[in-house]
């Protein structure tokens, strides 16, 4: 009779046999995976729980690769007892470590260990680059590759490559498509339980990461670490192209990518490409029309937070940015900055193929289209074609008459915005546009640019066929017929 504990696949311990739950058999009979009971064991109950037999009796062998162990829930498999035993903590939700000193308590037990570090305030670990430094060295180590920018999970389908093995994760699922996790609510699906679970909490409206500095709470973990950081004014992320410091890893990740231009976050509808996933799922709506973001005081809505943030200023009337030049009002700050560029003659934007140069980044991209005369938006009623999505959308309600801009003091309603703001300074008087030179005022941004041309005898507007220039175009539009 072969005895367990002499190094077989098959052994067991030896010197249980107490009759404990965990007690497993002390003798083997035959030595085979499906050895019988020795006659003093048999004598106990049948029903008595022991080890899983099958479990203790079926490791695997060295080096086989086999894994023995499996989640009846979900169908994950294991080498180890004891990662199907912390698995099992997935599905019922069990925390058996207690933190000592506050209510929290974890799945496991190096989660407790990183959490015990927040009390304590220890973080041996420290990167030599920018001071970081961490509770964990497991986090140290991804640390650095936003250093040495190290990217070694790399995909098997296609040329991605990640830092992290969770990102790689989460890229694969692009794949095969497979988002197993699916809301009750409103059949969002995603392939990973986390962000199923964090999903939720829009819809549960419940907040359970606490600042223990104020009574500030939040849905998600990272939202909170930011937070805090307010308080301590700890920011550990460092570029090291400029200096540029955050208390945020992916606010320095979305940060690097000014410097290197990299866009990973591609449309598949078009060739559009973005720095920031948020970038893209704004354009995506773009495509499908979704404005999921609603006015609760009137029919307003907007595919953008921020567009439905300055929609409610409307509303409020609050204007916190002032012109220190002319007294114009504001509710943004880059308009507030765009709007000095009038007063310094300030224009950043450079064309690389002429000496045209613009206050603002649109009126560059539209000058650029001159030069390669491409105009993709076409309208299907006329042919008019045009440059810009904007003033294709303003040219079409020529065709359907739509007026959506309305006056809240009066019926009168307006196919574009410039119109009705044009309209409204009738009932207000208000002249947000002064010169600085003459004191001239003006409703319009436009005229007080084409006045300012009278002081400074700028023409920008070029014949093609001779010398002759014009400082507003529509003097330029009534040249050209003489050449007709």
Not at 90 to 112: F, I, M, N
Not at 348 to 362: E, L, M
Request: charged letters at 25%; a positive charge; proline letters at 5%.
């Amino acid at each position: 009779m072969a005895e367990a504990g002499k190094g077989s696949p098959t052994a067991v311990p030896r010197n249980l046999c107490d009759g404990s739950p965990t007690a497993v058999p002390r003798n083997l009979c035959d030595g085979s995976s499906t050895g019988f009971l020795c006659d003093r064991d048999a004598r106990k109950p049948k029903d008595q729980p022991t080890a899983s037999k099958a479990n203790a009796v079926n490791q695997p062998e060295a080096n086989t690769g086999d894994k023995p162990y499996m989640c009846g829930e979900c169908g994950y498999r294991t080498t180890k007892k004891s990662y199907l035993s912390r698995h099992m903590r997935t599905h019922t939700g069990e925390k058996p470590y207690k933190c000592d000193q506050c209510d929290y308590s974890a799945a496991r037990k190096d989660s407790l260990d990183h959490h015990l570090a927040k009390h304590t305030g220890d973080k041996p670990y420290m990167c030599g680059e920018c001071g970081y430094r961490a509770v964990l060295k497991s986090d140290l180590v991804k640390h650095m590759r936003t250093h040495t920018s190290d990217k070694p999970y790399k995909c098997d389908q296609c040329d991605y490559s990640a830092a992290q093995k969770s990102n790689l994760k989460q890229h694969l699922s692009k794949h095969t498509g497979d988002k197993p996790y699916m809301c009750d609510e409103c059949g969002y699906m995603a392939d990973r339980k986390s962000t199923i679970s964090r999903h939720m909490r829009t819809h549960t409206g419940e907040k359970p990461y606490k600042c223990d500095q104020c009574d500030y709470s939040a849905a998600q973990k990272c939202s909170l670490d930011q937070h805090l950081a307010q308080h301590t004014g700890d920011k550990p992320f460092m570029c090291g192209e400029c200096g540029y410091r955050t208390a945020w890893k992916t606010h320095l990740s979305t940060h690097m990518r000014t410097h290197t231009g990299d866009k990973p976050y591609k449309c598949d509808q078009c060739d559009y490409s973005a720095a920031e996933k948020t970038n893209l799922s704004n354009h995506m709506r773009t495509h499908t029309g979704e404005k999921p973001y609603k006015c609760d005081q009137c029919g307003y809505s907007a595919s953008r937070k921020y567009s439905l943030v300055l929609h409610l200023a409307k509303h409020t009337g609050d204007k916190p940015y002032m012109c220190g030049e002319c007294g114009y009002r504001t509710t943004r700050k880059s308009d507030l900055s765009k709007h000095m560029r009038t007063h310094t003659g300030d224009k950043p934007y450079k064309c690389d193929q002429c000496d045209y140069s613009a206050a603002h980044k649109n009126s560059l991209n539209q000058h650029l289209a001159k030069h390669t005369g491409e105009k993709p938006y076409m309208c299907g009623e006329c042919g008019y074609r045009t440059v810009r999505k904007f003033d294709f959308s303003q040219h079409v309600r020529i065709h359907t008459g739509e007026k959506p801009y309305k006056c809240d003091q009066c019926d009168y309603s307006a196919a574009h915005k410039s119109t009705l703001n044009r309209h409204l300074a009738m009932h207000t008087g208000d002249k947000p546009y002064m010169c600085g030179e003459c004191g001239y005022r003006t409703t319009k941004k436009c005229n007080l640019s084409q006045h300012m041309r009278t002081h400074t005898g700028e023409k920008p507007y070029k014949c093609d066929q001779c010398d002759y220039s014009a400082a507003v175009k529509f003097a330029l539009n009534n040249h050209c017929k003489t050449h007709r």
